[in-house]
């Protein structure tokens, strides 16, 4: 789906900010994938369409979401996509991936209360060897 906006075109770092992809990867994908061309002006300077947003959208989406590597990520932007079962494997090994940040999360929650915890009775013992002494 095209960004949607009144402007024609924009700079690499219009799209840059608009996309959350660095410059210099921009430029990268550039040379990878033929799909990605965007025109020049007079200077000799980037100009970005809807269109070409749009692209950087779904190779970023390609990439970083689903996780596949550049050359599989540029046979499916070509259409050349390949085996449905490769795919299911990227999807299972992502939301392997989803799932362990989720458990590292949880465990470090667990471990902010017990330390809570531990410092909470650390006072109450010095409190009481107070009243004792």
């Known amino acids: 789906m095209p960004f949607e906006s009144n402007k024609s075109y924009y700079s690499i770092g219009e799209v840059s900010k608009i996309t959350g992809v660095p410059a210099y990867l921009l430029r990268y994908w550039e040379r990878f994938f033929k799909e990605l061309n965007p025109g020049r002006d007079t200077r000799d300077n980037r100009r970005y369409t809807n269109k070409d947003i749009a692209m950087t959208l779904t190779i970023k989406e390609l990439v970083y979401e689903k996780g596949y590597k550049l050359e599989k990520a540029s046979e499916i ?57």
Request: glycine letters at 10%; aromatic letters at 0%.
């Open 77 to 133: 932007v070509k259409g050349g996509a390949g085996d449905s079962d490769s795919d299911e494997r990227v999807e299972e090994i992502m939301k392997l991936r989803k799932q362990m940040g989720k458990e590292k999360k949880d465990h470090v929650i667990a471990h902010q209360r017990r330390k809570e915890l531990l410092q909470e009775i650390k006072g109450d013992i010095e409190e009481i060897l107070r009243m004792l002494g």
